[in-house]
């Protein structure tokens, strides 16, 4: 199956800086969407891009798609230390309600 | 609600041994997933059920693998016999038509010995 690609794997920041993380993705999609993990715990939904929106907003997140490169990013503003967690892409292959994950970025924030 | 609920949250056994995970999935749900997350794979969706029927187990790594849902409340997924290989966190995940997000259980956290 086809699987997000994020990009960084890894980004360490000073609280209050911001955090992008990229995705990448091989054919069309219904949606993109980002999860959250915390250590040790389950995945969370942050936010669902579909393939006619360019951008969204949710609080401090900001998620991008960018459907003719095939890309997505999720920024994440003035970062807290709570934020520190694992990020993943999912996507969204029309026809079907299954999610391929990418293998997540670790995201640390120092505070 | 009290969200996706998995039981155990940990299991350790030895190789050679039946597994059964337990996953309670949100209450008017009617979409279950079943997801294997290891450093090495990442998370790969197992099987996932449709008005408790499967619909696609393509992702099952082999027969010693099996998933059933009885009924909307419950479903169960089984190894058996155990193997080392199979040592992951194993979540299980709902959503409902016309939801295209996924609410995760926190995991049952596997270890074959």
């Known amino acids: 199956s086809q699987q997000g690609e994020e990009d960084p794997q890894a980004l360490s920041i000073q609280e209050g800086e911001n955090a992008t993380m990229n995705c990448s993705y091989k054919?069309?999609?219904?949606?993109l969407q980002w999860y959250r993990q915390n250590s040790g715990r389950g995945l969370v939904h942050l936010i669902l891009?579909?393939?006619?929106?360019r951008e969204k907003h949710s609080g401090r997140l900001r998620v991008t798609l960018d459907t003719s490169k095939k890309s997505s990013s999720l920024l994440i503003t003035a970062s807290r230390a709570a934020d520190t967690a694992s990020y993943f892409c999912?996507?969204?292959?029309?026809?079907?309600?299954?999610?391929?994950f990418g293998k997540g970025n670790q995201v640390v924030v120092i505070p | 609600d009290a969200g996706v609920i998995q039981s155990p949250r940990h299991e350790v056994t030895e190789m050679g041994q039946e597994v059964t995970l337990r996953c309670k999935p949100i209450s008017g749900h009617n979409s279950l997933f079943w997801y294997r997350q290891t450093m090495m794979r990442g998370l790969e969706l197992l099987i996932y059920?449709?008005?408790?029927?499967?619909?696609?187990d393509s992702g099952m790594p082999e027969d010693r693998f099996s998933a059933k849902m009885p009924n909307a409340s419950f479903s169960t997924l089984k190894i058996q016999p155990s193997e080392p290989r199979d040592s992951a966190v194993y979540f299980c995940?709902?959503?409902?038509?016309?939801?295209?997000?996924?609410?995760f259980g926190p995991g049952t956290r596997l270890l074959v010995l």
């Open positions: 995940a709902s959503s409902w038509t016309g939801d295209e997000t996924q609410y």
């Open positions: 999912a996507t969204v292959f029309y026809g079907n309600n299954r999610l391929a």
């Open positions: 059920f449709n008005n408790n029927v499967p619909i696609d």
């Open positions: 891009i579909r393939s006619n929106e």
């Open positions: 054919t069309s999609i219904n949606n």
